[in-house]
């Protein structure tokens, strides 16, 4: 039998037993201790840094010691992640397996935090049609001279009476309660009717609210609609980060656990399935209270993902969307009972799977285009939904069509250095003074804007939003050049080397942060940014060669992290084609409101069938100017196709871009 070791966790104070060889990260996990943990357990973000404290900690009854986890590996990835700043007993969690009793620190800035999830649902303009309504029928109690029709055939024959609905059919579990609900009613009966073909629930009495669930699962961040089916309004609003997220930052390092792990899909999935039951929870805990399961009170659930977590969520082997040709195992929409997934709604209840387009186009796009509706515009027009994963759509009423490129890394933080989520305590906005070089910023949790002079703010990182302004910001104050590297003679104290010689930026001073550090950018995390915006740029500049467009009418940014850019920074950057200011707009999170459609009208759900199979996907990679569209597409904002120096800036581009990818 295996040991199993004392293990807490401070500041939290979270402490438990564990099992011997568990790493310190698969420790945090299980003890529920929010720790950073980026890459997915791959020792490449350097994010999970905790300290292991030294001695006998009589209170605990605990003696800690170095000793009591495994040793770094000569030249393992993990030292080069640990620095001397770092102080002593410094460890990355993901590394470490646990050998004796431990007391762990988890400095600030290795802390999660919760995410602030930014994505509110607008008001939408749609037909009300939904696939789940309720009826009310009040039938004549039998008597002994009516004794030849059963309580099933009643319902049935009064259904295609009052509402002309024919042949409906019950599900089991609800007929098996269809007896003691008619009489505990008196005879008077509510019944919820899925698609005008099957009821999926029975209540006494007369019931006027029918609540339906949008829920948009994305990589790092999960939102659920509640919403009235009667009305159309949204009631509540519930977000929570994705559970899976400690497996894995993106979603090839969630495959990757899948692969590597003999549980490691089920432990997915079951993760997603408890975040998506506790957002129910919440959800519908302002509008109904009673009963031992309130969820029960919704009828319907529309979903959207993209197709990794699509696969996770079914349980479904996303191996093969990870290897070529990236087939899914399914394309088309779904309708799974509620009990079958373990979601705690209605148990009879469908839950409605949006399509998805192919390998890495998922149902959230899909999701985009229905709420959006190119394909009845006259407009050129680019979606660019931007999450952990780029998706773009292009095109009008003639043609769509789509592709999706790599950016959450650096969006997200996981390839910055002082990056983090939006989080309180994040940099969220910046402004960089072209003569002085001196930067303002805002923090999350913080209302105004901040400068040195003014004193400690407590910042902690920075988050996606500022690392797109604060690289425009350099740019446009000479802090960079046009391809991405630092200017060292700007004349200003803030862009200096670091210890290891290479340029950075002071964006914050240590005695304005909360971790004692100062907060920088480095030539590393440019290089990320570039490598990020190029792929949406490529993308886009592909999409346009293949349908022989030669501009664009208008630029949509939708997601909750799209719906947070800055427009200008984004244009100065060149993260698409350029388009007039005022031609770029914001169009919230269109994958949810895409979800929230196919829940309010049934058609919108044909039309997704129809739209996912009608949009032409464009696989970018295996492009033959994929390459150069992509070196040139890193210039900042872009270069141009008659850029007199192309070959030579190519060249010279090679080695840090290698170097980026590398890290």
Same mark, same amino acid.
């Given at each position: ?242 559970? %899976?997220?400690? !497996?894995?930052? *993106?979603? @090839?390092?969630? &495959?990757?656990?899948?692969?590597? /792990?003999? #549980?490691? +899909? ?105 709420? %959006?509706?190119? !394909?009845?515009? *006259?407009? @050129?027009?680019? &979606?660019?939904?931007?999450?952990? /994963?780029? #998706?773009? +759509? ?270």
């Amino acid at each position: 039998m295996s040991r199993k070791f004392k293990v807490i966790f401070q500041p939290a104070g979270r402490r438990g037993e564990i099992e011997e060889g568990t790493t310190i990260l698969k420790a945090a996990q299980l003890l529920g201790v929010d720790l950073e943990a980026l890459c997915g357990d791959k020792k490449v973000c350097g994010k999970c840094k905790v300290r292991i404290e030294e001695g006998y900690f009589e209170k605990d009854n605990l003696e800690s010691s170095m000793s009591h986890i495994t040793p770094p590996e000569a030249g393992a990835d993990e030292l080069k992640h640990i620095k001397p700043e770092d102080g002593p007993g410094i460890r990355l969690a993901c590394s470490c397996e646990i050998h004796g009793d431990l007391k762990v620190f988890v400095p600030e800035r290795s802390r999660a935090g919760k995410q602030v999830v930014r994505k509110a649902a607008k008001e939408l303009s749609i037909a009300l049609d939904p696939a789940v309504k309720k009826y009310t029928l009040t039938l004549t109690p039998p008597t002994l001279h009516d004794m030849t029709t059963g309580d099933y055939e009643r319902v049935v024959m009064e259904m295609e009476k009052d509402y002309g609905l024919k042949g409906l059919t019950f599900d089991y579990p609800v007929l098996l309660q269809l007896q003691d609900v008619l009489r505990e009613g008196e005879w008077t009966i509510t019944l919820t009717v899925w698609q005008d073909r099957e009821i999926v629930k029975v209540e006494p009495g007369h019931v006027d609210v029918c609540y339906g669930l949008a829920v948009d699962v994305g990589t790092t961040t999960c939102v659920g609609y509640l919403c009235d089916l009667s009305t159309g309004k949204v009631i509540n609003t519930e977000s929570m980060m994705n559970p %899976q997220v400690p !497996y894995g930052e *993106d979603v @090839m390092s969630r &495959i990757t656990y899948a692969m590597s /792990n003999p #549980e490691g +899909l089920k432990t997915m999935q079951d993760a997603i399935i408890t975040g998506l039951n506790e957002i129910i929870d919440k959800v519908v805990n302002e509008v109904k209270k009673d009963g031992p399961n309130p969820g029960f009170a919704i009828d319907d659930l529309t979903i959207v993902f993209n197709t990794a977590m699509h696969h996770i969520f079914l349980g479904l082997n996303p191996v093969y969307i990870g290897r070529s040709p990236f087939i899914p195992a399914v394309q088309r929409s779904l309708d799974i009972k509620a009990r079958d997934l373990g979601l705690r709604i209605n148990p009879g209840s469908f839950i409605h799977v949006l399509p998805i387009e192919a390998g890495f186009v998922g149902a959230d796009n899909v999701g985009v285009l229905i709420a %959006q509706e190119q !394909y009845f515009q *006259d407009e @050129m027009v680019l &979606i660019i939904d931007i999450g952990t /994963n780029g #998706e773009l +759509l292009l095109g009008n009423r003639d043609r769509v069509c789509s592709t999706s490129c790599a950016t959450g890394p650096a969006f997200e933080g996981a390839q910055i250095k002082f990056g983090m989520r939006a989080a309180p305590g994040a940099i969220e906005k910046v402004k960089i003074d072209p003569a002085t070089k001196e930067p303002q910023y805002k923090v999350i949790g913080k209302a105004d804007w901040h400068t040195h002079i003014e004193g400690k703010i407590n910042a902690k990182g920075i988050c996606g939003s500022a690392i797109i302004d604060v690289v425009a910001e350099m740019f446009k104050a000479g802090v960079i050049d046009k391809t991405g590297k630092f200017v060292m003679d700007c004349g200003s104290n803030r862009v200096r080397k670091d210890n290891a010689g290479k340029p950075e930026y002071v964006l914050a001073w240590a005695d304005e942060t909360s971790i004692n550090q100062d907060i920088t950018v480095t030539q590393g995390d440019v290089r990320a940014l570039q490598l990020a915006k190029g792929a949406l740029y490529t993308g886009t500049k592909l999409m346009m060669q293949k349908m022989g467009v030669t501009r664009l009418d208008r630029v949509e940014l939708a997601g909750a992290f799209g719906s947070h850019i800055d427009r200008e920074a984004s244009l100065t950057l060149g993260m698409f084609p350029d388009v007039p200011i005022d031609k770029v707009v914001v169009v919230g999170n269109a994958a949810g409101d895409g979800a929230r459609m196919a829940l309010l009208n049934k058609s919108k759900r044909i039309e997704a069938d129809e739209r996912a199979r009608w949009v032409n996907f464009v696989e970018i990679a295996t492009e033959p100017a994929f390459e150069k569209e992509f070196m040139m597409a890193m210039h900042i904002p872009h270069m141009k196709d008659k850029f007199t120096n192309l070959k030579a800036w190519l060249e010279e581009q090679k080695a840090p871009i290698a170097a980026s990818i590398k890290g």
